[in-house]
């Protein structure tokens, strides 16, 4: 719409200027009585060699376009009202029209990889990698809503010298009808116990050195019991990404990548970058510490496997970008590891990105590993699933399929919770105020579409009848909804998917205004607009909710 204007404008102003130019000097009012659009035109007077006040003069005498209603002067601002007849006529059949695919960018714009989640085998699963987790899949999302092919991959911490600890531990002390009935709790168990022991008794990390040493070798045991652990854990991890809905496309960790360290280590020697540091091989860059690569005992480190990893997917895949979402803490890590691929002379370093998020705070303070103390993610969602139902049975009692709802309702508003907020601040976190009915809440959200859907349930949309201007309230709808497909490519290019769960709780808020003053049906002309109104915003509330990775259910 804006392109439309802008190309008018520039007509007005006798192609002086482009409309593309025009377009990126058009702002939208503080105040909606103000106008839906102005132009500003200061910027303009120099260039053509007149006085803003001329200028929006002569725009207001030539403008022609059948989408603006009136044209307002103040200072040196053309504001301009939208003809609302005309534009929710073409916003709503456009919406009718295309359904969940409006504000879909249709093209073949290539792969995009997702690093994300990525929790560490044999260690629960902690509140930052439910960050990586939500964010990564809304940013896959909405890759996908914006033409690219998304491909996620689960980095699993799957390799380490933690790995012979743990071989270790379950010799000593590990008993596998425990393990395998609660595993992760039973292998962090001993994992701890190997630490307080190897106090005591430093022979426990000789050990552990060549239990991984083994395991490095392919020692058939040692790699026995690592596929048993990995196994288990993964199958732990699987269940949370089947409730919270997400999958990937591979489970691809950091051992995947142990035989394909060697030739970008190779390489890093042939082009001169390897030097010998403090019984290490590292690369050194400018303006942070070196990236160590390899140890002298020949140990390769996180980063090495992240190098190997990152050619790896350039190759496979031939992204156009690859994105690590990962917490801020490891933030000098990725400044590492790109500029390394940097100085090897890879153009396509450019193309990684870090998508780092803050920390998630309870009452002000850190959540994770105080004494050992871990807030683990099932309990989390056990319990947001468990305040919603008391919700249900207090508002709701009759609700049918409660257990579902519930479980769509308590897992949405801890994603919603996190999503809700720019991914770079820490965030807090009460499960009783994120399950709210009011407020900036997942289940605002989901209880608004549920509002349209007993209304709809009612009645038909009549495809082709004529749509009316429903006033101001109305309009305040309209307007957002044209928004849509504008905020879904932003969200994507800026890496921030809280636009659009600040998206739809503005268009949710706009909507419970309109209808709190408003009966949508009432057998009269503008009864269908109404209905059409009430259609699209499910549509685009349900949409929105999807990018975030939410569900929507119909009745709660
Ligand atoms: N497993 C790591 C952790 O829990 C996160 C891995 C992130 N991805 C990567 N390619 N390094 O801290």
């Given at each position: 719409m804006n392109e439309q204007i802008a190309t008018s404008l520039a007509m007005a102003?006798?192609?002086?200027?482009?409309g593309t130019e025009i377009e990126l000097l058009l702002e939208k009012p503080k105040h909606v009585a103000v106008g839906d659009v102005a132009l500003p035109c200061f910027q303009l007077a120099k260039k053509l060699g007149k006085s803003p006040q001329t200028i929006a003069a002569d725009i207001k005498k030539n403008l022609q376009c059948d989408m603006i209603q009136s044209v307002d002067i103040v200072g040196g601002y053309v504001n301009l009202f939208f003809n609302q007849a005309i534009i929710t006529q073409q916003v709503l059949t456009k919406i009718v029209q295309e359904?969940?695919?409006?504000?879909t960018h249709v093209a073949n714009k290539g792969n995009v990889v997702f690093d994300f989640s990525s929790p560490n085998i044999a260690k629960p699963?902690?509140?930052g990698h439910l960050r990586s987790t939500v964010i990564g899949n809304a940013l896959a999302n909405l890759a996908e809503k914006n033409g690219y092919h998304a491909i996620r991959i689960n980095h699993l911490g799957d390799w380490g010298t933690q790995f012979g600890k743990l071989i270790v531990a379950y010799k000593r002390w590990g008993q596998q009808q425990t393990i395998a009935a609660a595993p992760i709790e039973e292998l962090l168990k001993i994992y701890v116990k190997f630490h307080e022991e190897a106090e005591q008794d430093a022979t426990l990390i000789e050990e552990a050195r060549a239990a991984f040493k083994a395991l490095e070798d392919?020692?058939?045991?040692?790699?026995?019991?690592?596929?048993?652990?990995?196994?288990?854990s993964l199958t732990e991890f699987k269940a949370l990404y089947q409730l919270l809905g997400i999958h990937f496309d591979t489970y691809d960790g950091e051992a995947f990548y142990n035989d394909k360290m060697q030739t970008v280590v190779d390489e890093l020697q042939d082009k001169g970058l390897l030097t010998l540091s403090d019984g290490a091989y590292v690369v050194e860059l400018e303006n942070m510490p070196p990236c160590i690569i390899k140890k002298t005992d020949g140990a390769t480190l996180y980063a090495t496997r992240d190098l190997a990893a990152a050619f790896y997917r350039i190759k496979h895949y031939q992204p156009e970008k690859i994105f690590y979402v990962v917490g801020h803490e490891q933030s000098l890590h990725f400044q590492q590891l790109f500029h390394v691929v940097e100085k090897m002379g890879y153009d396509w370093a450019q193309n990684l990105r870090h998508v780092a998020f803050g920390m998630m705070l309870k009452d002000g303070k850190k959540m994770s590993t105080r004494k050992g103390k871990i807030v683990l993610l099932d309990d989390v969602l056990t319990e947001a699933i468990e305040t919603a139902?008391?919700?249900i049975e207090s508002k709701n009692p009759h609700l049918q399929n409660k257990e579902e709802v519930a479980k769509q309702v308590g897992v949405g508003a801890v994603i919603f919770n996190d999503l809700k907020n720019d991914r770079l601040h820490n965030i807090d976190f009460s499960i009783e105020q994120m399950l709210q009915f009011e407020g900036e809440t997942g289940p605002y959200i989901q209880y608004t579409f549920a509002r349209t859907q007993s209304i709809l349930a009612k009645v038909n949309v009549q495809v082709d009848e004529t749509l009316l201007p429903l006033g101001d309230q109305a309009w305040q709808v309209i307007i957002l909804l044209e928004q849509f497909p504008r905020v879904v490519s932003s969200a994507y290019e800026q890496a921030d998917p809280s636009l659009v769960a600040k998206f739809a709780l503005q268009l949710a808020r706009n909507f419970n205004k309109y209808y709190a003053n408003n009966k949508i049906l009432v057998n009269d002309a503008m009864q269908n607009s109404r209905i059409t109104l009430c259609h699209c915003v499910a549509i685009v509330l349900k949409e929105s909710l999807a990018l975030l990775g939410m569900s929507a259910p119909a009745n709660m």
């Open positions: 102003l006798n192609h002086q200027l482009t359904q969940q695919l409006y504000g699963f902690s509140m392919k020692d058939e045991e040692a790699l026995a019991l690592w596929q048993w652990f990995r196994e288990v139902k008391q919700n």
